[in-house]
């Protein structure tokens, strides 16, 4: 590690992060498996579709506890949008689709990181809630049951073309973003252009780590 | 092959019920034990292992009872809704018309049971698979009828190409008169079992008036399916369009000299 870098991410924020993508990834890949008749031989790969079936399922599982520690830590980083500065960055899509002389400075998630956040959690919860039903249909009524499969085919709509936006912005579309995810230390520079407020919100309460330092005012409050 | 119909009048029927012994005797499906229900209509339902079963009812008019007798199964409809969710293949059309099922593929998801309009196809959890009638592909495709046509004893089930059946089925409809209809013809794309109904369709038990495919089947996979690979690969086309018109969102003067983040 360089010094003079920045932490992010702890390590116990990227363990739920990590849970939730690849048991999402392996969800979305085996799902595919079962939704399009071409890609059956995902299953071949498996040992057969009633294999890829029961990873499914059980995946499934992995992600229910994977969307609980996502959802209890991000709420209130993530989940509550705070006006108008971040009404303000919407209006100019925060820069990223067209120049914007001074894009407003948002804290350790911007508007679209929240967007991205809420949609993951809420499609994330009914895609728990569906799977589940779908998984024991016999304990439910069958109009219930009926329903759960487009709102199943709705959610994997949002979150699939949800994963690729995240995915290009994670990496070559915003480029020193990806390591917060892998180590969890930043550059300054990256901190300063993407999540200006909460940089000097750290700054300002102590909290700052940067790399090769001692905490500066390590008893903020 | 011509397409194939199982023409069913049940004003013929007695509720002898030799198809449904001819059905298991065919596809080797044992009875299991039932108890007395206070009905002729025995087993109470379409189980795994009984994939034809004869309703039967009593209907209180004026002067006495009637009775009804109507043999259940699978209609083999030509928009199949079942087909249209099965994951694996393993519910097919096949070139007769009829809707076969090829049961090593079957992954026991239990989708087409929730999409049948005509609630036919039933799970078994020991097995972890789904069974319904297949029309005895394999007699048909040995020139023979299946094994319920051949063993019923008054000529209330026939088979045959499906011009002739449906000009059978009219014709005899029109014999009947009073409320006797043609039912399977108008909906689902006609089904490749017909009834000759004495009654209107809503007085038989289970038989719904106009079966269709179900909305949320059409939403599902007319709408959603293809939808999540449009969205999908119109995101992907639109980061790379963003990565060569606007470019990426990169830091500005980098303080850690020209350090692309860590490592």
Known sequence: MKKGLIKATDAFERIVHWSLAVSCLILCITGLGMMFHSFNFIGTLMGGLKSLKYIHNFSGLFFILAIVFTIRMWWKEAGIFSMPEDLEWMMCAGGYLWHVDKVPEVGKYNPGQKAFFLAVAFFGVIMVITGLIMWFPFYFPVELVRWMYPLHALGFVVIFAFFFVHLYLGTIGSPGSLPAMLHGWVTRAWLKKQHAKWLREMEETGKLEVFGEEKKAAHGH | ?263
């Open chain 2, 1 to 263: 092959m011509a397409e194939k119909v199982k023409l069913i009048d049940v004003a013929k029927c007695t509720g002898c019920r030799s198809c449904q012994l001819a059905c298991k005797q065919w596809n080797q499906l044992p009875a299991r034990q039932t108890s007395a229900a206070g009905t002729y209509q025995n087993p109470p339902d379409l189980q795994p292992n009984t994939w034809t079963l004869i309703r039967f009812q009593e209907v209180v008019e004026k002067e006495g009872v009637k009775w009804l007798f109507r043999k259940d199964g699978c209609m083999h409809c030509t928009n199949a809704a079942c087909v249209k969710v099965c994951p694996s293949g393993a519910l097919y059309h096949s070139d007769l018309g009829t809707v076969g099922i090829i049961k090593e593929r079957c992954i026991g998801c239990k989708e087409c049971v929730a999409a049948c309009p005509f609630e036919i196809p039933r799970y078994d959890s020991v097995t972890d698979k789904v069974y319904k009638c297949d029309l005895c592909l394999s007699r048909i495709r040995a020139d023979l009828p299946p094994a319920c046509v051949k063993a019923c004893p008054t000529g209330a089930l026939t088979f045959g190409d499906k011009g002739d059946m449906l000009k059978l089925a009219y014709r005899r409809a029109g014999e009947l008169g009073g409320d006797a209809s043609v039912y399977g013809d108008k909906f689902v794309d006609g089904t490749h079992v017909l009834y000759i109904l004495q009654e209107k369709p809503g007085v038989y038990d289970v038989l719904p008036v106009k079966p269709h495919v179900l909305l949320s089947v059409m939403a599902w996979k007319d709408l959603l399916k293809p939808l999540s690979l449009v969205a999908a690969g119109g995101v992907l086309a639109a980061s790379f369009l963003h990565y060569i018109i606007h470019g990426p969102k990169t830091p500005d003067e980098d303080d850690n000299h020209k350090t692309e983040g860590g490592a």
